[in-house]
């Protein structure tokens, strides 16, 4: 059931427009992201659900009703700011319970609710602390328990995680997710941290320049990118030059740089100048099911994986081993290359909202 | 009283406010005569003021655009002027007019002394430093911060009053406390605007020095002012270090 919905939601300041005739529906219960670079238009749009900002043109609903002109404090959504927003001059406890001093609540209800919140974002004990005696980590989960307090129907967060370390985050995205869908409270996302987006969302909309360059589960955003930009700012790619050939019921010939491949095409148009990507961790080093062969240009250890530049007939392909043990061959070495054509994706090229 | 004869009895009124029309005479009409005089006597650089009669003065005031700029914004500051007197000065007179006995002499008091005047021009010279301190505080005011008590259902007035207000306090402190060191000790204004007739400690001290030429009194006055100066000062930002010191770093 839709719950949330965003038709052809604008903001223009003067010349400029942060975001462009957005269309977007969230189910209850649902964790959506918005996803993009810093001027994408994200933040703004969240503002507009918020309601601290007024859209130039366009619809907001919720539940069903028309919120467009509602007033902020009138909303009842909960949101966690990237500067967390505590008020400093205020305890944990008198953070947490604002909102339902604001609603008038009774002092001892208060006191209870607060507690069941602070108990949620697992800081109990540290209701008569100032945020100023915490740490960013604690500072956040008491963002996140205040606004939950309120027990909204709908909770914003706006880029959340970007002040914590990468660990803490880590740890975050996961126990963030656990409560979200413990209280199924429907939840929208703002981030630029695509593996924040991937961790935590049910589905992703990856926005660009103010609309949207694609909407799916994180798999599909990642195996499956609609548009160029989508392409290459989930994750890296491999973005090769190609020109089409011709257009089986299933893929498309595509010559890339003198040699030929089949690309799925998954019903999509394309024709003429295209791009095929294919993913580094998708190509791998092969010894009798080489389909091609390279020279390794760089190599470079990060752990987990190596990650390798090498020079085909292709053209220079970004290759991610795993660490199996044994170091790959060192740099300027032949290797042999495979790949299958199901991992090769094709999009016609310089196409900035693609056919989604 | 019947006997007076009529040249007396009309002369009586004039004798009795000779003194009053001599002094008339000679403070203003004399000055007036003579700077009209004036005004049409040729100047030189070299020799002063000649006794040849001339119009150049006044060809040489309203041909020059120096002084049409400066007559202009004297009607303007004059118009200025009378426009607030009507503003404030209705209202205040219908307040005043409608007060009981006692509050209506007392207020009458204030408005007609020259304590109001010293108040309100002291108040017009010291109002920027409270406005830089405030200033101050309300930059390092996250504005998310705002939006977070609205979107806690905060209305907009009790997001002020909880939430801006108290953060800004500090700097409200701090100005309250320059603001106050500031007009304990003026001199100059309460001096130009209270004139001798409404003394502050500071005006009372210089009175002491070249007044009545007692220096040890005049001394003494401008010690007491220091130290009971520095000591509310000293006292009211401890005040405000205790009061604040788990909010802010």
Redesign the interface.
């Known amino acids: 059931m839709t719950f949330l919905t965003l038709q052809g939601l604008s903001k223009r300041y003067g010349d400029f427009t942060a975001v462009e005739h957005l269309d977007l529906s969230v189910e209850r219960g649902e964790f959506l992201s918005l996803l993009g670079p810093s001027g994408c238009g994200k933040t703004t749009t969240l503002q507009m659900i918020?309601?601290?900002v007024t859209p130039s043109a366009g619809r907001i609903t919720l539940g069903g009703r028309d919120i467009t002109q509602e007033?902020?404090?009138?909303?009842?959504?909960?949101?966690v700011?990237?500067?967390y927003?505590?008020?400093?001059?205020m305890t944990v406890a008198g953070n947490v319970g604002?909102?339902l001093e604001?609603?008038n609540m009774k002092r001892e209800e208060r006191a209870m609710r607060v507690a069941e919140a602070l108990d949620l974002v697992r800081l109990k004990g540290l209701d008569a602390r100032?945020p100023?005696?915490l740490s960013g980590g604690q500072r956040q989960r008491v963002a996140i328990a205040?606004?939950l307090a309120?027990r909204p129907e709908l909770l914003l967060l706006d880029e959340p995680m970007s002040n914590l370390d990468a660990k803490l985050r880590e740890e975050m995205h996961i126990e963030l997710r656990a409560i979200q869908k413990r209280l199924g409270i429907t939840t929208i996302l703002v981030t630029h941290d695509q593996v924040e987006a991937m961790t935590m969302s049910d589905r992703i909309a990856v926005l660009h320049k103010g609309r949207i360059a694609q909407l799916s589960t994180p798999f599909d955003a990642y195996e499956r990118p609609a548009t160029p930009f989508a392409s290459t700012f989930l994750g890296r790619t491999n973005t090769l030059p190609g020109e089409v050939l011709g257009r089986n019921p299933r893929c498309a010939v595509v010559d890339v740089a003198g040699t030929t491949l089949h690309v799925p095409h998954e019903g999509r148009e394309v024709e003429g100048a295209v791009h095929v990507y294919i993913r580094p961790e998708k190509v791998r080093l092969a010894n009798g099911d080489a389909r091609m062969h390279g020279r390794i240009a760089n190599r470079v250890f990060i752990g987990n994986q190596w990650l390798l530049e090498v020079d085909t007939e292709l053209g220079t392909l970004r290759v991610a081993q795993p660490n199996y043990g044994a170091p790959p061959p060192e740099e300027g070495h032949e290797v042999g290359l495979a790949f299958t054509d199901d991992d090769l994706r094709v999009l016609t090229r310089e196409s900035a909202h693609g056919n989604a | 009283m019947a006997t007076l004869d009529d040249s007396r009895a009309g002369a009586a009124p004039w004798l009795l406010s000779a003194p009053a029309l001599l002094l008339f005479g000679a403070l203003l009409l004399v000055p007036l005569v003579l700077t009209l005089l004036l005004s049409f006597r040729v100047f030189s650089d070299v020799a002063g003021v000649q006794t040849a009669y001339t119009l150049k003065n006044y060809a040489e005031v309203v041909s020059d655009p120096y002084y049409a700029e400066i007559f202009l914004r004297t009607a303007g500051l004059a118009l200025a002027v009378t426009l607030l007197s009507v503003l404030l000065g209705v209202p205040e007179t219908i307040v005043l007019a409608r007060m009981k006995r006692p509050w209506q002499s007392l207020c009458l008091l204030i408005v007609l002394g020259p304590l109001l005047s010293v108040i309100i021009a002291l108040t017009h010279v010291l109002v920027p430093f409270m406005v830089m301190s405030v200033w101050a505080t309300l930059q390092k005011l996250?504005p998310?911060?705002e939006?977070?008590?609205?979107?806690?259902?905060?209305?907009?007035l009790?997001?002020f009053r909880?939430?801006v207000l108290?953060?800004i306090m500090p700097g409200v402190l701090s100005g309250s406390i320059i603001v106050f060191a500031l007009s304990a000790s003026a001199f100059a204004t309460p001096a130009l605007i209270g004139g001798r007739r409404l003394k502050v400690v500071a005006t009372a001290a210089y009175d002491e020095f070249l007044g009545t030429l007692n220096w040890p009194l005049g001394a003494s006055i401008a010690v007491l002012l220091l130290v009971a100066n520095v000591a509310i000062v000293m006292g009211c930002s401890r005040l405000a270090e205790r009061r604040?010191k788990?909010?802010?770093?």
């Open positions: 918020a309601g601290f007033r902020p404090e009138k909303r009842g959504m909960g949101v700011f990237q500067s927003a505590l008020f400093p001059h604002f909102g604001m609603r100032y100023k005696e205040r606004a309120m | 996250d998310q911060v939006w977070a008590g609205l979107s806690l259902g905060g209305s907009p009790r997001v909880r939430v108290p953060q604040f788990h909010v802010f770093e």
